[in-house]
């Protein structure tokens, strides 16, 4: 079973402060919104737009330099994968300590190093002729079931949402001005950010996105879009009323 990443990371403040000495403030802020999203989403889109949409306007070509792409396509910072395979392995550890534990309290005959199941034949027979063999039984603990991790961020659920070039085919297949393929990836990007759970009004709950609820809210934010995008009409400037003289008028000018 795959090692579930812990909701929080090793921070270090002095590798922070020597490697973002000559960072600004803004490119300190994108910096560590984009460590943020790269340990929940598991790495970052290699899209410009769409690093800008997690990050923020302080994602510069400097600061691109800590995320370089690696052979999946997607964009890591080599470090703080280093701190997430420490922090697996000690996971991993602690399960099997767990694991042992568990055993040694439910099966200690199988946890001994020389203990075993049947004690020697010595010759006795019980009332019904068989051998009397004595039998021990340890029923097993009760299954606790355990709660299936969240799904990261950028991949698809049961039921869920579709791959991106099948929201790019279904939003396109509506009326009205087509919708860029970028813009379509910066919203993905932007609800798997999120996890698939939006908030449709600012006071309400939030909801999350499967497969019979996203095409509206991908429409949504493709009417928003267009409604930005269209460019408004031109304003009808009247034409000015010319002056006819009256020609009975005596103070009229010729």
């Known amino acids: 079973m795959p090692t579930k990443d812990a909701p929080a990371f090793d921070f270090y403040p002095e590798r922070w402060l020597s490697g973002t000495a000559e960072f600004s ?24 737009p769409a690093l800008r949409r997690l990050g923020g306007r ?20 080599p470090r703080l994968e ?10 991993a550890k602690k399960r099997e300590q767990r694991q042992a534990a568990a055993n040694a309290r439910w099966h200690p005959s199988q946890s001994a190093p020389n203990a075993t199941a049947v004690r020697p034949h ?3 027979t019980s ?5 009397a063999m004595p039998t021990t039984h340890h029923p097993p603990p009760t299954p606790v079931k355990q709660q299936q991790p969240p799904p990261r961020a950028g991949e698809e659920v ?32 932007d ?18 996105l499967t497969a019979k609820n996203y095409a509206s809210d991908l429409a949504n934010y493709a009417h928003h ?15 000015p009323r010319t002056h006819t003289p009256d020609p009975h008028d005596p103070n009229a000018e010729f």
């Open 225 to 239: 879009w267009q409604r930005r995008e269209t460019p408004p009409q031109s304003p009808v400037i009247p034409k």
């Open 82 to 91: 280093i701190v997430r395979t420490e922090q697996r392995a000690r996971i």
């Open 158 to 189: 049961e039921n869920g949402v579709p791959d991106l070039d099948t929201c790019i085919v279904v939003i396109n297949a509506r009326p009205g001005i087509p919708i860029p393929r970028e813009v379509i990836t910066a919203w993905y990007h």
């Open 191 to 208: 609800r798997a950010a999120l996890n698939w759970r939006i908030k449709p009004k600012p006071y309400g709950p939030p909801i999350q």
């Open 25 to 48: 403030d803004g490119e300190q802020i994108a910096y560590l919104r984009l460590l943020c999203h790269q340990w929940l989403m598991d790495g970052l889109p290699d899209s410009l």
């Open 122 to 124: 010595n010759g006795s």
């Open 127 to 131: 009332e019904n002729g068989a051998d």
């Open 58 to 77: 302080g994602v510069s070509t400097a600061l691109l330099d800590k995320f370089p792409v690696t052979t999946d396509g997607k964009r890591r910072n």
